[in-house]
C-alpha cells in the first residue's frame, strides 16, 4: 500500500519540493522542539558525541562506545547497525542512520534516569538538514570524511557538505561552556570550518597530511591491521582485528576524541584491541576450503572502492569475487561509478538487487552497467546480471575456489529487503551461511581464527618495531 501510494502522488518526483518549503521545514522544527520539552530536555545532561561523515560512522560510534565504556562510564551508543547500553547490545531495526525525534529523546530521558551521561551517537545528513536535532545539546563533533552520497536528496555536494555542517554549528551554539570538534583532516572540507568555527577544543587526524593525530607505519593483512600513531611527540602502537587502512582513520577519530578528553591513549588502544567488529563493515566468514567471505556494508564509490582495493591488494595470485548492486530512488548518479569500480578491482561480478524500492529492479542494474556495456570487458574478468539476491549468492559459491576472496557489499547488516512487491526478511550474513552450508562447506571458527591470527600479528610486529617500547609493553602486561 506504502509502495502505490508513493507512486499514485509521484512521490520520487515531489518530495525535493516539499522539504524545501516553508510548512515542512516549520513542521520539523515544532516537532523536535515538542520531542524535547516532552522527555525534559535530556540532553543537558548528557556529555553527548556526535560523529557524521558519509563512510565510517557507524565503526567510529563503536569503537569510541568500547572505549568510554570500558573506561570512563556506562555509555549509550546509537548508530545505524546497533544500539548498545552499557554492556547491553540491540539491532537497531529502525533502518535509519539516526532516530526518530521522539524515539531518540526518550532513549536519552531513560537513561538519564539510570545514571547514563555518556552518548555517542550517529547523525546522517538527511536529518541534520531536516532540523532533527534542534534543542539537542551536542558537545563534541566528529567529521569522519565526505564523499558522493544522498545527492538524490541534497542535489549536490555542496549542499551535501552545507548539511554535514550543521552538526559543528549545533556544538557552537550549544549554551554549554566548553565546544569540542574533531576532524578528518585528509578531507577537503575540514580547513574551511575550523577556520570558521571557534571551537575551544579542536583536534585533527590524518593518515596523509601533518595532523595532531597522525597514523603511519600502516601493515595490513586480511585478519587484522597494525598501526604507529603519532601524537604530540609521542609514539603509540596499536593492533586492531578491522581490517584496511580506512578503519586505521576510523580509529584516529575515535582516539581524537580520547585525547581532547584527556583519556590515556595507551588506555584507548588497549580497548580497541579487543574490538572484533560492527555487523556487516568487512564481517566475515572463512571455510575449510580457503576461501574468505565478507559482507560489507560499502554502498558508495568512495566506500566500494576502499573495499575492493584493499581486497584486490590482498588476493595474490587468485580471484576477487563481487557482489554488489545500489538501491532504488537514490543516487542514480553513483550507479554507473559503482559498476566500473566493481569491475576494476574484481575478476568476477555479479550485479544484483539490493532495495529496488519502488524503482524497476532491471533499470537499476542496467545503470550499473550502463558504461559496461560500450566499453572492452577483459578477457580475464566476467561479469554476470542475477536479479534475485539469493541467487548471485548461490552463483558466487558456486565459482569460488580455494583462496579466492568473495564480497557481499551494500545490504550490510539490514534484515529486510525492499523489493518492488513487498518488504521481506533477509540478512546477508545469515542468507551466506545457510547457502554454504547447503552447498556443504565446513565453516571455521571465526572468533577463534580470527584471535589466532591476531595473537601472529602482533608478535610479528612486536619483533619488527623494536624501537617503539610503548608496543612491547602494552602487550605484556
Same mark, same amino acid.
Not at 531536516?130 to 544522498?150: G, P, S, Y
Not at 538524490?152 to 559543528?168: I, N, P, Q, V
Given at each position: 500500500m506504502k509502495n502505490f501510494i508513493k507512486k499514485l502522488i509521484a512521490y520520487d518526483k515531489t518530495y525535493n519540493f516539499i522539504k524545501e518549503s516553508f510548512v515542512y521545514q516549520l513542521y520539523k522544527k515544532y516537532r523536535a522542539k515538542l520531542a524535547n520539552s516532552l522527555y525534559n530536555n535530556p540532553s543537558a545532561d548528557f556529555f553527548i558525541i556526535w560523529i557524521t561523515g558519509t563512510n565510517g560512522k557507524t565503526t567510529t560510534v563503536n569503537i569510541l562506545h568500547k572505549i568510554l565504556n570500558d573506561n570512563i562510564a556506562p555509555t549509550l551508543a546509537i548508530s545505524t547497525a546497533l544500539i548498545k547500553i552499557w554492556g547491553e547490545t540491540l539491532e537497531n531495526n529502525k533502518k535509519m542512520t539516526s532516530l526518530d525525534n521522539f524515539d531518540l529523546q526518550q532513549l536519552l530521558s531513560t537513561w538519564r534516569v539510570n545514571n547514563c551521561k555518556l552518548a555517542v551517537l550517529e547523525a546522517s545528513s538527511q536529518w541534520l538538514d531536516?532540523?532533527?536535532?534542534?534543542? #539537542?545539546?551536542?558537545?563534541?563533533?566528529? %567529521?569522519?570524511? #565526505?564523499?558522493?552520497?544522498?545527492l538524490?536528496?541534497?542535489?549536490?555536494?555542496?549542499?551535501?557538505?552545507?548539511?554535514?555542517?550543521? %552538526?559543528?554549528t549545533y556544538v557552537m551554539k550549544n549554551g554549554k561552556d566548553i565546544k569540542y570538534a574533531s576532524m578528518n583532516i585528509d578531507d577537503k572540507y575540514w580547513f574551511k570550518w575550523f577556520q570558521e568555527m571557534a571551537f575551544d577544543h579542536k583536534a585533527s587526524f590524518s593518515l596523509i597530511n601533518s595532523s595532531i593525530i597522525k597514523a603511519t607505519k600502516i601493515e595490513e593483512s586480511l585478519e587484522g591491521t597494525y598501526f604507529e600513531l603519532s601524537y604530540l611527540g609521542q609514539k603509540y602502537s596499536g593492533v586492531t582485528q578491522l581490517i584496511g587502512s580506512y578503519n586505521v582513520l576510523n580509529i584516529l577519530a575515535a582516539i581524537s576524541v580520547c585525547a581532547e578528553i584527556w583519556l590515556d591513549l595507551n588506555v584507548a588502544l588497549k580497548s580497541i584491541e579487543g574490538f572484533e567488529w560492527v555487523p556487516g563493515r568487512m564481517e566475515w566468514i572463512y571455510t575449510a576450503?580457503? #576461501?574468505?567471505?565478507?559482507?560489507d556494508f560499502a554502498h558508495t564509490p568512495d566506500g566500494l572502492e576502499k573495499t575492493l582495493s584493499f581486497a584486490a591488494g590482498h588476493k595474490k595470485e587468485w580471484r576477487l569475487i563481487t557482489v554488489c548492486g545500489a538501491p532504488g530512488n537514490r543516487d542514480k548518479e553513483k550507479r554507473p561509478l559503482m559498476g566500473d569500480i566493481a569491475l576494476k578491482y574484481s575478476d568476477f561480478v555479479i550485479f544484483t538487487d539490493d532495495d529496488p524500492d519502488t524503482e524497476n529492479r532491471l533499470k537499476i542494474l542496467n545503470d550499473m552497467t550502463a558504461n559496461l556495456k560500450t566499453s572492452w570487458i577483459p578477457a580475464d574478468k566476467e561479469v554476470f546480471i542475477i536479479p534475485e539476491r539469493n541467487y548471485a549468492l548461490q552463483l558466487a559459491i558456486e565459482i569460488a575456489k580455494p583462496w579466492d576472496i568473495v564480497i557481499l557489499a551494500g545490504k550490510w547488516h539490514e534484515n529486510i529487503q525492499i523489493t518492488n512487491f513487498w518488504k521481506r526478511p533477509r540478512n546477508d550474513k545469515k542468507n551466506l551461511t545457510e547457502l554454504l552450508i547447503l552447498s556443504g562447506k565446513q565453516l571455521l571458527n571465526t572468533p577463534a581464527v580470527k584471535l589466532h591470527y591476531l595473537s601472529e600479528l602482533k608478535s610479528q610486529y612486536s619483533s619488527q618495531h623494536l624501537n617503539s617500547a610503548t608496543f612491547l609493553s602494552q602487550w605484556q602486561n
Open positions: 531536516q532540523a532533527r536535532f534542534e534543542w #539537542i545539546k551536542f558537545d563534541f563533533a566528529v %567529521l569522519t570524511n #565526505i564523499t558522493m552520497d544522498h538524490d536528496y541534497h542535489g549536490d555536494m555542496e549542499h551535501y557538505a552545507e548539511a554535514k555542517k550543521k %552538526l559543528f576450503d580457503q #576461501i574468505k567471505y565478507f559482507v
